[in-house]
């Protein structure tokens, strides 16, 4: 008997034994639209309750779809089809056959053949829903009864397609919505699965393991402490597991959020990948911290309320143009963090479903030792610090009580580990201090009178009392100062032409210091290097220099020493100046970080103490 799906399998086998390889479509190529109607779409849709889109815009919804990349991007921020759903199931349709994926990857026919193989006989309640949505049910969103049971049908056969997919909190999101403008069950399918089996550079549109979720939950909270300083320390001070609340932000994006604003972003999340549903978690934060007016007792409930009910506080378009307003790094940047991320979450043995011990909790209050901080104000310090160092203890590598006031055994100790924290203590009793990236080690790349620039942007000086305040690189805090750099085609470093030179000044301290300042006279050839991939083995791959373009080489002055001293930051002056007796010191204002002087401008040392990552 000839039925309708066996015409329909034998018509797409056929488009199958014909269809040309998949190309990546750059913003500049032109696209090949398909003209198909979509009429038939919305059989899975309750229209009662699909949402009614009354926002102006400033001009006229297109008729069609346009054949820029660019143009169609510029639509979906605008929401031009948001009020035509045969325009942006059109669209959706486009957009997805043109994802570059993986070969072999199942498509409408493979969903015909698995659906008829697993529920010809038996009904879809005779089938637990797959694993990895952890027993959690999927969203309903706007369909109707027919619809929620087609979402649990694509679900079970994506789980029989990608048996390797353990841990998915956002795909039951993603294939509901997509059902919303599918014609049918198997068009579903085969767009969730091309999304699934996305191989474009530094692009991921589905987290498939438990592992790859806390990654990006990691991602998430390192970007929190750069772009939403005021919100990442609300939660870190009034909860006692912020990674808990930090592991919730997929969430408000494909769960807390209402219908009208998650399926404007899914328009540009299907064109642009994860990084705006970064930006759009980002705006979501800094408006509950500019919101939030008193003392919260259960932050983590508050923010779900909050965004459940953000239609009070914006507007869709409102929100999306926050978004984009924070500047964020490229895809690759936030890609090589993930990874970075990944792999510190290898190491320590959370690869599969657990808790994560938070950041500030590796700070054991009964055991920590310290002769300059508190237990405390280190379990500050140690949240400040990029989330996948954050995972393990504090271990102490140097200290000037026990080891002595001697640069060379400050080396031999600090030498073979990255990142470390140095602190200070001064005869003032005030504390300061930094986050060094970078191995000690890597000071040896130059020798002689010469100093060595080298670290990465991920570095930071900060003070601690009387105040507690941190300094990111400059290019963190404006990030209009640089745009990314082009993929160099060798990975030999970049070199800086002002290195810094052992000079001496009336203006500091009599014994020798280093220099960093661009009016420096240069007498000898020197570099300030930055390690390229080939010796980066441990050095952090997130906000490395040479991905950027900097307007002045005193942009990334990080750290820098030899026999003479140390130094931290520069341009114009040092953050911290550090002489070879570790006895005497300077701190004043750098262009790399934009810092004030972190305590008394000239002082003494009275205590100086190095920590690094237990596992480093």
């Not at 014909?18 to 500049?28: G, H, N, R, T």
Request: hydrophobic residues 35%; aromatic residues 10%; contains cysteine.
């Amino acid at each position: 008997r000839i039925t309708r799906d066996s015409l329909a399998l034998e018509r797409t086998t056929l488009a199958m034994s014909c269809e040309p390889p998949v190309l990546i479509i750059s913003e500049d190529d032109v696209w090949e639209i398909d003209s198909t109607t979509y009429a038939d779409c919305g059989h899975f849709v309750d229209w009662d309750q699909f949402p009614s889109f009354t926002e102006e815009r400033r001009s006229p919804s297109p008729q069609e779809l346009p054949h820029s990349h660019k143009e169609l991007k510029r639509m979906a921020r605008e929401g031009h089809w948001a009020k035509r759903k045969n325009l942006r199931a059109e669209a959706y349709n486009n957009i997805i056959k043109n994802i570059g994926c993986r070969s072999g990857t199942p498509d409408a026919s493979v969903y015909h053949d698995v659906s008829e193989r697993l529920f010809g006989r038996r009904g879809i309640q005779d089938h637990p829903l797959p694993d990895f949505l952890d027993g959690c049910l999927p969203p309903a969103y706007c369909l109707n009864a027919r619809g929620e049971t087609a979402v649990k049908k694509v679900l079970i056969c994506i789980g029989n397609q990608y048996p390797d997919i353990t841990y998915s909190p956002s795909l039951p999101s993603v294939v509901a919505l997509l059902l919303h403008f599918s014609e049918d069950e198997a068009e579903c399918f085969e767009s969730a699965c091309r999304l699934i089996s996305c191989i474009e550079n530094h692009k991921c549109y589905v987290d498939q393991s438990f592992l790859a979720y806390e990654a990006s939950c990691m991602t998430f909270g390192d970007l929190a402490k750069k772009y939403c300083q005021a919100g990442h320390k609300l939660i870190t001070t009034s909860c006692e597991n912020s990674s808990e609340i930090f592991s919730d932000w997929i969430m408000w994006i494909f769960g807390d959020l209402p219908f009208e604003y998650t399926i404007r972003i899914f328009d540009i999340f299907l064109l642009e990948g994860n990084k705006v549903l970064y930006r759009v978690a980002l705006a979501l934060l800094k408006h509950y911290r500019s919101h939030v007016d008193h003392e919260v007792t259960d932050v983590r409930t508050d923010i779900q309320d909050f965004v459940k009910n953000i239609s009070h506080h914006l507007s869709v378009q409102k929100l999306l143009e926050k978004a984009f307003s924070i500047r964020l790094f490229s895809h690759k940047e936030i890609w090589l963090l993930q990874l970075a991320n990944r792999k510190a979450l290898s190491q320590r043995g959370i690869t599969v479903m657990q808790p994560r011990q938070p950041a500030h909790m590796a700070i054991n209050l009964l055991e920590f030792n310290s002769v300059i901080v508190t237990a405390q104000e280190m379990r500050v310090i140690w949240s400040w610090i990029p989330e996948r160092f954050s995972l393990y203890p504090p271990v102490l590598l140097f200290s000037t009580m026990e080891h002595g006031y001697s640069l060379q055994r400050f080396y031999t100790h600090c030498e073979g580990f990255e990142p470390t924290v140095l602190l200070i203590k001064t005869t003032g009793e005030e504390v300061c201090g930094s986050f060094l990236s970078s191995d000690w080690n890597e000071r040896r790349k130059c020798s002689g009178q010469v100093a060595t620039y080298f670290g990465t942007g991920e570095c930071f000086v900060f003070s601690v009392r009387p105040e507690m305040e941190r300094h990111e690189w400059v290019v963190v805090k404006k990030p209009e100062l640089v745009k990314s750099a082009p993929p160099s085609p060798c990975s030999r470093p970049r070199s800086y032409s002002n290195g810094s030179r052992v000079s001496t000044s009336p203006l500091r301290p009599s014994t020798p210091t280093l220099s960093s300042a661009p009016s420096s006279p240069s007498l000898f050839p020197n570099y300030l290097t930055v390690p390229g991939d080939g010796s980066c083995g441990r050095l952090s791959p997130f906000l490395s220099v040479r991905h950027f373009q900097l307007p002045t080489k005193t942009a990334s002055m990080f750290m820098s020493g030899n026999n003479s001293g140390i130094i931290i930051g520069g341009g114009g002056g040092q953050a911290l100046n550090i002489d070879a007796d570790l006895n005497i010191g300077r701190t004043e204002h750098c262009e790399t970080f934009d810092n004030p002087p972190l305590c008394e401008e000239n002082f003494h040392i009275q205590h100086l103490e190095v920590w690094g990552c237990q596992n480093s």
